[in-house]
């Protein structure tokens, strides 16, 4: 299948751990980007990562770390976690230039407890 | 900054009805606007707008963008209960750094 995969879908931890977020897209697309959503479903791009390239780094906390090993991966690692990191995250990819339009994962929710 | 407001932020009908929803935009070098339906998961695409005027046409939703008004509209008529879900206006813009700026949604619920 084609697609734009995320694993885990649920990740609940206690605070102050450390977690990982993969990601991984087969749509051969050159850019790929990691979104918030809150608890109040809105959209927030956090990264976003051209051809392993940092491209977009949108005043996320230092605690949030994204790693492209190539261009179909794009992973998320998260230091020291709090309680209001708690939300859904979403992967995405999409042909240079987000105009396009994106292909999202299917998210995975993080509980901070 | 860019900004895309999006109105109602809530809207419940009953099926069969036809409803509107609201998208407005500012961004600087705008480069085409688009709708997602997100249901449980992930949100999916339904219509990318880049042109003034012409009405983009799928099955029952169709959309619309005037760039003068710096707006867009998405239509649905004879609604049906699968249709809820939250709507989602997202603007992409130019200028070096390749992103979608989301608006807040709007949350359809459609009662049989």
């Known amino acids: 299948d084609t697609a734009v995969s995320q694993t885990p879908k649920y990740l609940v931890t206690q605070m102050g751990n450390d977690k990982s977020i993969k990601c991984e897209q087969n749509?051969?697309?050159?850019?790929m980007y990691w979104y918030k959503q809150d608890s109040k479903k809105f959209l927030k791009i956090m990264f976003s990562?051209?051809?392993?390239?940092?491209?977009i780094n949108e005043t996320v906390p230092n605690r949030f770390s994204p790693k492209s090993p190539d261009k179909a991966h794009l992973n998320l690692h998260i230091n020291s976690l709090e309680l209001g990191d708690s939300a859904v995250y979403f992967c995405?990819?999409?042909?240079?230039?987000?105009?396009?339009?994106?292909?999202f994962g299917s998210g995975t929710r993080l509980t901070v407890v | 900054e860019d900004k895309v407001v999006q109105s109602p932020l809530s809207l419940v009908v009953h099926e069969g009805d036809t409803v509107t929803l609201n998208c407005s935009y500012e961004v600087t070098n705008f480069r085409s606007l688009l709708w997602y339906k997100q249901e449980k998961k992930a949100p999916t695409f339904l219509f990318m707008l880049t042109s003034s005027g012409i009405e983009k046409k799928s099955g029952r939703l169709s959309s619309i963008l005037d760039k003068k008004e710096l707006s867009s509209i998405l239509n649905i008529t004879a609604t049906q209960t699968g249709d809820s879900a939250i709507y989602l206006c997202?603007?992409?813009?130019?200028?070096?750094?390749?992103?979608?700026?989301f608006g807040k949604g709007t949350k359809l619920t459609v009662n049989p």
């Open positions: 990562y051209n051809n392993k390239e940092l491209i």
């Open positions: 749509l051969g697309h050159d850019t």
């Open positions: 997202a603007v992409a813009a130019q200028g070096g750094s390749e992103k979608l700026v």
């Open positions: 995405a990819s999409s042909d240079w230039g987000a105009s396009s339009g994106y292909t």
